[in-house]
């Protein structure tokens, strides 16, 4: 049975991987990571009145990607439930994420970038190290940022040895500006909390992929999908989710299904939409030719 971590998947693009998974892998089996757990029980018993067969393959735990206490319990419990396997996770994939929708920069920061390194912490050793996988859920606003960027603050992003010391440093670097106005003058373009936080997750791919070469870690974007999170982006300009060419969740879990059950090329690399390679310094757009640079 492959034992797979989903964080943020009571809605959206998470609760859309976890029934992917457990649609179309009999062999399977979801924790559904909910900050909440009485929406992840609320998420598990909507799934299990459509699929009463996968009830003995999912279970909710309670997971806060903000807390290091939420984060250990949740760990403890992974473990706890699967008695007799010192390594008992296939993989975990960090899809728990926010905008800036009524929310700071530290804040975004906070779940986008902090939150999957405290996952990825918490849960490696739990995973089989041959071959385990680590999936981060992240957003074409990334490599859009970084090409905002100037050279200098770009060759961080994408350099193949980038540390996650030196990330922990630009992102006290970027909380220390005093205002929008100063981030062109660091040469981090507007300095969108989001696009910034997303890149920052890619750079950490790199890195966590580079120092542990035995399992698959790379990231993706899930595409513009219709989300809670980007539907207020909608009714911002009068639009329906449509008319912005916005599609539904279970098109938002193709490249993450394509990490953890494919065979991609190569480790630390950042996927589009379309499941395909795309660098970290640009948009590439769905459907045109993968990226194949270093």
């Not at 986008?112 to 606003?141: K, M, Y």
């Not at 603050?153 to 500006?177: A, H, K």
Request: include cysteine; aromatic fraction near 8%.
């Amino acid at each position: 049975m492959k034992r797979i971590l989903v964080t943020g998947a009571n809605k959206g693009i998470g609760l859309a991987i976890v029934t992917a998974i457990l649609d179309e892998h009999a062999d399977a089996f979801v924790f559904l990571g909910s900050r909440d757990a009485e929406r992840g029980r609320a998420a598990r018993e909507g799934l299990l009145v459509a699929h009463p067969t996968w009830h003995d393959r999912l279970e909710v735990v309670a997971l806060d990607v903000t807390n290091d206490a939420s984060v250990s319990a949740a760990a403890r419990e992974v473990a706890d439930r699967s008695p007799g396997e010192a390594t008992p996770l296939f993989a975990v994939v960090n899809n728990a994420g926010i905008g800036l929708d009524g929310t700071s920069p530290r804040d975004v920061l906070e779940v986008n970038v902090f939150g999957v390194r405290r996952v990825c912490e918490a849960f490696l050793p739990l995973l089989v190290p041959a071959g385990g996988r680590i999936v981060n859920v992240t957003s074409a606003s990334g490599p859009s940022f970084v090409h905002s960027c100037s050279p200098e603050r770009q060759q961080i992003f994408v350099d193949p040895s980038v540390t996650w010391t030196q990330l922990q440093v630009l992102v006290d670097e970027y909380l220390s500006l005093p205002s929008a106005w100063a981030y062109a003058g660091a040469g981090l373009g507007d300095g969108n909390p989001y696009g910034f936080s997303k890149a920052c997750t890619n750079a950490y791919t790199v890195a966590l992929a580079r120092e542990h070469s035995g399992l698959r870690i790379n990231a993706c974007t899930p595409g513009f999908i219709e989300t809670d999170m980007t539907r207020p982006y909608t009714e911002s300009v009068g639009k329906s989710a449509q008319e912005m060419g916005m599609k539904p969740p279970a098109a938002g879990a193709r490249a993450p299904m394509f990490l953890l059950f494919g065979e991609p090329e190569g480790n630390g690399r950042y996927y589009g939409s379309d499941a395909q390679r795309s660098p970290l310094d640009r948009y590439r757009a769905p459907g045109s030719p993968p990226y194949t640079g270093e």
